[in-house]
């Protein structure tokens, strides 16, 4: 299977449903208007002269003009190649260079962006001038072609390319409609940024036969009255919004009759946002697992998220269990039966773009080294425990970072920690916390560290508290730590 023939499939069934608004300019599309307008894209790069596997990159916010562009690269055979326009200039070069792209494709907002990038061999293009409607059928893609090269392993650092394929996205789309449920008609509101894989998830909406409200930037002050406006079934927030959202609101339950599921990527979900959200919608908050390497591959639904919070669990860290192509293991468990997560399944990328030895390390005999240690419980549910890098090895002995922040985070005058390992001649490593205060009360460091003694095994209590305003967090939500070591006057 690939993404065009899936297009075309779905403007066959559902003809003259709405598949996409846009609420900025008030767009509206059809699945049959949809599908005429991914031809035309694939007119418009052929008289660009941008012959099929071409890498087209795309510089834009989540538009209609951007899910255009990006659908309709992939359904004509080229390579989309999202970017993160908060990257810096030199940033983008990079990548783009790495791509060895064969045009890039801009919004009028990165207008300055684009052409200040300094590329004269690439050529520039506007996004909105690209989509110009075209009856002619579209050919399938091959399953095997690439059909898109996503960036990520953060902002610093050489350009690392996830290859997926027609194959391996296809898939996740099948993991994404048999996980969420939707129904014909129902709606997602869409207010995330569409790179590197999100426009994957909003594709697999409409392929529910669901329509897709397109509602600009996350603002968590019309958030909910956007969720009631459009009588909205499906979101989708980064723990970062969530916990902008409960600022903005308060946890008081909404009353929204039509509401399913807000999905969330649980990883660097705290067990207050998760209270507080859980509060909010009415115990209707779904958990996504996965990565750009292997997209949505466990899904705790909201029903499992109520059943396991009914059962005295907090929830936090509980992902669910593998979507229907999708596979995992453990590797290697200690006595508590933790260890690495494995994941398996044609929702694998083919690997690293150009990494040859990195994509081997990374695919190991089939099975994708996720980086994330977890454990599998009595009840088949993923439970997330950290990163295995994260471990500090100190005196000997290893300590799980989100062990001693669950602690210190169950201190009434805490807000936010993170805890990370510093270099140490004598132990190897310090155990060292930044710390967000709520304000309610004044803490010293050896109050905290006295906290933690009355609960963590000794070589576990930090042997350095440093007090932040707040911690340097990505977009989906983890903390940065480069950044967090530059705030507070520490080498890296």
């Not at 095997?144 to 690392?160: E, F, R, V």
């Not at 008609?185 to 999100?198: E, F, H, K, Q, S």
């Not at 150009?354 to 089939?366: H, I, P, R």
Request: proline share 5%; charged share 20%.
């Amino acid at each position: 299977m690939d993404i065009s023939t899936l297009l075309s499939q779905a403007a066959y069934k559902w003809p003259e449903r709405i598949a996409l608004h846009e609420t900025a300019s008030a767009r509206s599309l059809t699945f049959a208007q949809l599908d005429r307008a991914l031809s035309g894209v694939g007119h418009a790069l052929d008289q660009l002269h941008v012959p099929t596997g071409s890498r087209v990159a795309l510089l834009a916010d989540a538009s209609l003009d951007y899910l255009l562009a990006d659908y309709g690269c992939m359904a004509t055979g080229r390579v989309r190649v999202p970017l993160d326009p908060a990257l810096s200039t030199d940033e983008l070069a990079a990548q783009l260079q790495d791509a060895g792209a064969g045009l890039l494709l801009y919004s009028e907002a990165y207008a300055e962006v684009a052409q200040g990038l300094g590329i004269r061999s690439l050529p520039l293009h506007s996004v909105s001038r690209i989509t110009p409607v075209d009856t002619s059928p579209r050919p399938a893609q091959s399953p095997q072609s690439l059909a898109s090269l996503n960036y990520t392993g953060g902002t610093t650092g050489t350009p690392k390319a996830v290859m997926h394929r027609h194959a391996s996205l296809c898939a996740v789309l099948q993991n994404i409609v048999m996980g969420r449920g939707a129904a014909v008609g129902d709606v997602l509101l869409n207010v995330r940024p569409l790179w590197p894989i999100a426009a994957v998830a909003v594709f697999a909406h409409v392929l529910s036969g669901g329509h897709v409200v397109l509602g600009g930037r996350f603002d968590g002050k019309t958030f909910m009255a956007q969720l009631r406006e459009h009588q909205v079934a499906f979101s989708s927030l980064v723990p970062t919004q969530l916990l902008r959202l409960l600022r903005e609101t308060g946890s008081a339950p909404a009353d929204l009759p039509a509401f399913k599921s807000l999905d969330v990527g649980a990883a660097a979900l705290s067990g207050e946002v998760l209270e507080g959200s859980c509060s909010l919608f009415g115990e209707r908050i779904g958990v996504l697992y996965g990565m750009t390497e292997a997209p949505w591959s466990c899904y705790l639904a909201p029903a499992q998220m109520a059943a396991v919070r009914a059962s005295g669990e907090s929830g936090e860290g509980v992902v669910g269990r593998p979507l229907f192509s999708a596979a995992i293991r453990i590797d290697r468990p200690d006595a508590k039966g933790i260890g690495e997560v494995l994941l398996g399944g044609p929702q694998l990328m083919a690997g690293y773009w150009q990494l040859e030895a990195l994509s081997a390390k990374t695919l190991d005999q089939g099975w994708l080294r996720s980086g994330d240690l977890g454990r599998i419980g009595a009840d088949g549910l993923l439970r997330v425990q950290g990163r295995c890098k994260d471990i500090i090895r100190s005196g000997g002995k290893s300590v799980q970072p989100g062990e001693v922040e669950q602690h210190l985070l169950s201190h009434p005058g805490v807000q936010d920690v993170h805890v990370f390992g510093l270099a140490d001649l004598e132990w190897g490593e310090q155990v060292c916390a930044a710390v967000v205060l709520d304000g309610s009360q004044p803490l010293s460091a050896q109050q905290l560290m006295d906290h933690c003694r009355a609960g963590l095994s000794r070589y576990k209590v930090p042997r350095r508290v440093f007090f932040i305003d707040e911690l340097p967090r990505s977009h989906y939500g983890k903390v940065q730590k480069n950044r967090l070591l530059a705030a507070l006057d520490l080498q890296p």
